[in-house]
Each structure stands twice: as C-alpha cells, then as structure tokens.
C-alpha cells in the first residue's frame, strides 16, 4: 500500500452509501458491501440501472436499491429502534400539525422539518451518526488518495461530504411550502437530489454548487454526523475496501 502523498493513478470510482445502526454500506456503480461493528462482512451485486440516463427517474431507482442491499439487511434490533423511532415522529408529527393549524403554512412547514431533525438526531442511537460521519470520511479518504485507506489515514479527512443525502434534505427544507401544499413533496426529493449530483458532479467548485450544498453541510455539521470512533471509523474503511474487491471480481470475471 503506497503512502497518502502518492499521486494518484487512476480516477477513483464515484461511491455511495449509507449507515447503519451497527456498521456501514458502501455501494458502487455495479456492486455493495456491508461492514458491521462485529467484523461481519456482506458483499453483493448491483444490477446494472436500467433508467441510468434519465435524469430524477434515476435517483428513485438508487434510492430503491439502496434500501433493498442496505436498510433491510439491518439487524432486527437495529430495525426495531428505526421502526420505533419512525413510530414516535409520526405521532409526534401528527399533534405537531394540529398544534401548527393556524400557523402560515411556510413556518408550520418549517417547524415540522426542523423538529423531525432534531428529534431524529435524539431518538436515534449516537453510533447511527458516528458511523455516517465514518461512511463519509471512508469515502473521501478513497476518493482523496485513490485507493482504501486505514483508519488512521482517513481520520484527518472531513466527515462533511458533498453528495450527501442530506444535501438534498436541506433544499427540501428550504422550499417545503411550495412542495409539501401542492403535493410535490417526493418529487421535490428527488428533484433536489438530482439538481446536488449534477452539481457536485460536475462543477464541484463553481460558485452556486457552493451555495446549494453549504446548508446541508450545515445540517451535517450539526444534526445529521458526528466523528466516528477509529474502531467506527475502521468498519467504514472495511465495507470500501469490501465493495471495491467484489467489483473487481465482477471486472475480472
């Protein structure tokens, strides 16, 4: 393994991801692997998109194939508390709304966004946060030095990453008059996450790719990741490395 000041020598891969209450996937264009707090490892293959160039159509399909390899391989205890924690904002949600009946529709809209955020920030384990703050310095730390890293040469790399989902969360916030009283609100999502990948994908430095991906790096800062652990931080590195060797195989074969 070469040193973090090597050049690159080819293009790293574009991945993807997400955590998990007890580890972290990590997902490429072909293949996903997930690595686990008790050293377990899953790896698998990705079906090939069928809807790749269709801008928003294609983000759905991510989204469905994401929480088929990585949301429902989560433990049973793991998907209890998300479930349980789904069960509490809902309710919560429901008095929130009757609470906010005369309020004007873009602050009720507002208070409702915010409040589930933090909310989920709490009722949510501490670790789900540690290990998303550990999938994004995986990454970047691949994607900085063009190959997997250890933990120790991804610990300095920022936790805060541009392609995250939270990203989009933010613009929603942000418009969440408009699509949440006209119904829009999941087109909305997927409008806004697209409008992010094109950005940060292909003009990642241009001044309005800066403006529309610093509040939701605010929101990563402050609600949505904290700083893995270096045990946390390993499990990350693990599932890239993980997920790079099965595609190799796939290339291979």
């Not at 008790?38 to 809807?51: A, M, Q, T, W, Y």
């Not at 949440?180 to 909305?188: F, W």
Request: net charge positive; charged share 20%; with cysteine.
């Amino acid at each position: 393994m070469g040193t973090p000041d090597e050049p690159l020598t080819s293009r790293p891969l574009t991945l993807g991801g997400m955590a998990l209450v007890d580890g972290v996937y990590i997902r490429g264009a072909n293949a996903w692997a997930i690595a686990r707090a008790d050293g377990s490892i899953e790896s698998g293959v990705l079906k090939r998109s069928p809807v790749a160039s269709i801008p928003v159509v294609r983000v759905a399909y991510s989204i469905g194939q994401g929480l088929a390899s990585g949301l429902l391989r989560k433990r049973r205890s793991a998907n209890s508390r998300f479930l349980v924690t789904l069960v509490v904002l809902s309710v919560i949600g429901y008095y929130e709304a009757k609470l906010f009946t005369h309020w004007p529709d873009w602050l009720a809209a507002w208070a409702l966004i915010v409040s589930a955020l933090f909310l989920m920030r709490f009722l949510m384990p501490a670790r789900l946060w540690r290990y998303h703050g550990a999938e994004h310095k995986a990454i970047a730390a691949y994607e900085k030095y063009g190959r997997v890293t250890t933990a120790a040469e991804a610990t300095p790399v920022s936790r805060i990453h541009d392609r995250c989902g939270t990203n989009a969360v933010f613009l929603i916030a942000l418009f969440a008059p408009l699509v949440a009283s006209n119904g829009l609100l999941l087109p909305g999502v997927l409008v806004s996450a697209e409008l992010i990948r094109f950005a940060v994908l292909k003009h990642p430095r241009a001044p309005l790719t800066r403006v529309l991906v610093s509040g939701g790096r605010f929101l990563q800062r402050t609600v949505t990741t904290m700083e893995p652990t270096t045990e946390e931080l390993a499990v990350g590195c693990r599932a890239v490395e993980a997920c790079l060797a099965r595609r190799r195989v796939l290339v291979t074969f």
